[in-house]
């Protein structure tokens, strides 16, 4: 299995529209790619501004050909709703305790 954790600072008040594009529009077209595994998204204080999102897969293969596909378009979604530019880490997860280390 492999992860992708995207990391990001939202605007002030931008969460509830966040989940709302990560868990419409972004989940969907997730939920079609070849390879796709599943979606965790995090908030990481109590005003929900700074989150992770991980993705799963199968292979590297898998997320490169995701990425490579919807990158523009996700960037163009997200872009509004934050403030900092995202940081994008990738890296195998041979079990959630990979997934937790990679989050730490």
């Known amino acids: 299995m492999f992860t992708s954790v995207v990391e990001c600072i939202l605007k002030p008040h931008e969460k509830e529209r966040f989940e ?3 868990r419409g529009h972004i989940l969907r077209n997730l939920k ?3 390879g796709f595994v599943g979606l965790l998204a ?3 204080d109590t005003r ?3 989150m992770l999102a991980v993705t799963m897969w199968r292979t590297r293969a898998d997320a490169d050909r995701y990425e490579t596909a919807h990158l523009a378009e ?3 979604i997200l872009k509004p709703l934050v403030v900092q530019g ?3 880490t990738w890296g195998p997860a041979d079990s959630l305790n ?3 280390r990679a989050l730490a």
């Open 20 to 22: 709302e594009v990560l």
């Open 42 to 44: 995090i908030a990481f």
């Open 48 to 50: 929900g501004e700074r």
């Open 98 to 100: 990979e997934i937790a």
């Open 32 to 34: 079609k790619a070849s």
């Open 74 to 76: 996700l960037v163009s």
């Open 86 to 88: 995202s940081h994008v």
